[in-house]
Structure formats: structure tokens, C-alpha cells
């Protein structure tokens, strides 16, 4: 009779065991399927989002052209070549006025403004 028992209590927690195990599975099942639905309608929305027409953007380029110097023979004159000189030093001590300038304001900090 004890025997009886014994038997009848590991059939019960055997069956507990089994029916957590199958209701364990059932949800990992579901949340698979789950997972492969959205995965499946986030590649629908990406293919419908390819087929849609990109709108294009026209983008406009302000060129600016350098004056150009002319010279001729009768201009290759010590004095002529060096006034040329001197008005390339000129330019080039302008532009680096000017990147001197823009990256002082780049490097700028601002100071205490409450007062």
C-alpha cells in the first residue's frame, strides 16, 4: 500500500513537471512567431519604402572665379616683376589676415554675460 502512494505522488509530480514544460514551450513557440512577424513586416515596410520614389534635391554651386593676371613680354621687367611680387604678398598676407580672423572667431569663448 505504501508503495501505492509513492508511486501515485511522483505520478503527480511528474505530470505538474511535464504540463509547466509543455506551457514553457508553448510560450518560447509563441514568442517566436512573434518575432518572425515583425520581423517580416519591418522587410514589407522596407521594400515599400524602396519602391517609393526618392525626391531629388538640386543643390546649386556658387563658383567663384579668381581674377586672372594677364602679362605680356614688355611686362617682365625687374620693376614690373617685382610690383607683381609685391601684390601676391599683398593677397597672401589678406587671406592669411583672414583665416587668422575665422579661426579666432572659431576659437572664441564667451565670457561671464551676467553682469
Do not use: C, F, H, W
Not at 508503495?3 to 514551450?25: D, N
Not at 510560450?27 to 524602396?50: A, F, M
Request: glycine content about 6%; overall charge negative; proline content about 2%.
Amino acid at each position: 500500500m505504501n508503495y501505492q502512494k509513492k508511486l501515485a505522488g511522483s505520478a503527480a509530480t511528474l505530470m505538474i513537471v511535464l504540463g509547466g514544460a509543455l506551457v514553457l514551450v508553448a510560450v518560447i513557440g509563441i514568442v517566436i512567431q512573434k518575432n518572425r512577424s515583425l520581423q517580416n513586416s519591418s522587410i514589407s515596410e522596407i521594400n515599400q519604402t524602396k519602391k517609393q520614389a526618392v525626391p531629388t534635391m538640386e543643390i546649386v554651386v556658387n563658383t567663384v572665379t579668381p581674377t586672372m593676371i594677364q602679362t605680356t613680354l614688355t611686362d617682365t621687367t625687374d620693376t614690373k616683376l617685382t610690383a607683381d611680387t609685391a601684390k601676391i604678398d599683398e593677397t597672401m598676407k589678406a587671406i592669411s589676415s583672414d583665416a587668422a580672423t575665422i579661426d579666432e572667431g572659431l576659437n572664441d569663448q564667451m565670457g561671464d554675460l551676467s553682469e
